[in-house]
């Protein structure tokens, strides 16, 4: 298929762009508006540099590449788009009106080519995979300046692109740069057709995560209002639906051997909030709703952490964390953020969107990896009955974290070329 072909799929199949919409505004109030924004209505101000950030996970790690490109280049006006309410959200924390904000159009023609004529870019920054032919394609016809920053390619993703090399391989061919995170994943750029000149191995920009001060004594003082101080306290962080009962499972058998044990479950998705609760209640747990502000008692087994921004301080709030999309077939989220917060971490077996990141951590003996609920309760039960073999976890993670950091200034040293140069 090349791009012509996709081009007319998409519009064959744009009504079903609309019923998509649609059936996530039925279960999230963030979907039900801001429609135009997505067929490139919006009206929008011509910006120096365009950054597309994806969703939350990506947002978080361009933050500090954001920040620093700000410091650095003050006179560019800049606009950050993202494509899930959670990314827009971190973006507009982050930055209020410093910079110009949206969600970045589906990838029709029409869509992709007002968008960027009102925007006129001259460089363009893109985190991770978020790569769509029409984008890139247009752009570049523009005299764009293409980078692909934090890049990450895992086989599989390399093996989809090499089955549609009609399509992948013009699209990746015109990426200016490439800052990929590891030597394997810079290989299979390569081997899908780009020029090895343009792929520089950097790390990853999830290792620069900054956590302050205020973040850590925030956390502490939370566990002490929960009256929790000695007993065992753990997060499912990032959970999705199917992985809900394995995580309620894991806590029942750990109720069982200290009946003070306190689970904070708190979901991937705002849409998910009141599910969990409803699985929650419905299996008999003393639970509360973060975002009813109740207090937690001697009691309480359970806290849903249905608020967005808290899931970090959570993770320091505790001892132990599961991160979620491992256990069913997603790829996983994140799982440096409970360890750049002192805490070690359990994953399932499909964490490949961070596969290296993962060993890494695993052979340090900062993470473990389980296969199931019961043996995710396994893990927590050995850990909460040998604390010194928790705190070497913590440990063993965190210094996984500080022996590498750097990707940012590395990132931002191709970038800062990357905005010297003049267009084309």
Not at 262 to 290: M, N, T
Not at 353 to 363: N, S
Not at 365 to 390: D, H, M, T, W
Request: charged share 20%; net charge positive; with cysteine.
């Amino acid at each position: 298929m090349n791009r012509f072909f996709y081009s007319a799929l998409l519009y064959l199949l744009s009504p079903l762009l609309l019923a998509y919409l649609a059936f996530r505004a039925i279960k999230s109030p963030d979907y039900r508006g801001r429609w135009g924004e997505r067929f490139g209505l919006a009206q929008l101000k011509p910006t120096d540099l365009l950054i597309h950030s994806v969703s939350m996970g990506e947002t978080l790690a361009a933050i500090p590449l954001i920040r620093l490109i700000m410091q650095m280049h003050p006179e560019l006006s800049i606009t950050v788009t993202t494509t899930s309410p959670t990314g827009s959200a971190e973006v507009r924390k982050a930055f209020g009106d410093q910079v110009q904000h949206c969600y970045l159009p589906f990838d029709l023609p029409w869509c992709v080519s007002r968008f960027l004529r009102q925007l006129s870019p001259k460089w363009c920054i893109i985190m991770e995979t978020e790569l769509w032919p029409n984008l890139v394609e247009l752009a570049a016809k523009r005299g764009v300046r293409l980078m692909l920053a934090n890049a990450r390619l895992s086989a599989k993703s390399a093996a989809q692109y090499a089955k549609r090399s009609q399509l992948s391989r013009p699209m990746l061919q015109r990426l200016d740069v490439i800052a990929v995170q590891t030597q394997a994943e810079a290989q299979r750029f390569i081997d899908l057709g780009v020029a090895a000149d343009r792929v520089t191995v950097c790390g990853s920009l999830k290792f620069d995560l900054s956590i302050t001060p205020d973040r850590l004594t925030l956390a502490r003082e939370l566990r002490q209002t929960w009256g929790k101080e000695t007993a065992p306290v753990w997060v499912a962080g990032s959970v999705h639906p199917g992985e809900f009962d394995a995580m309620l499972s894991a806590h029942k058998r750990l109720l069982a051997k200290w009946p003070e044990a306190l689970l904070i479950i708190a979901p991937r998705h705002p849409e998910q909030f009141a599910a969990v609760a409803d699985v929650v209640a419905r299996q008999g747990f003393e639970y509360v709703r973060r975002s009813d502000a109740q207090a937690i008692t001697a009691t309480t087994q359970v806290l849903v952490g249905d608020t967005m921004g808290e899931l970090l301080t959570f993770y320091g709030a505790a001892d132990q964390a599961f991160v979620g999309g491992t256990l069913i077939e997603n790829g996983g989220h994140n799982p440096l953020e409970p360890v750049a917060m002192g805490v070690p971490v359990m994953v399932g077996p499909n964490h490949w969107d961070f596969a290296q990141i993962t060993q890494m951590l695993a052979d340090a003996g900062g993470l473990r990896i389980v296969s199931s609920g019961q043996e995710l309760a396994e893990n927590l039960i050995q850990y909460f009955k040998q604390p010194v073999l928790c705190q070497q976890a913590a440990k063993a993670g965190l210094a996984v974290v500080e022996a590498n950091r750097g990707a940012l200034q590395r990132q931002f040293a191709l970038a800062e070329l990357l905005l010297t140069r003049q267009t084309a």
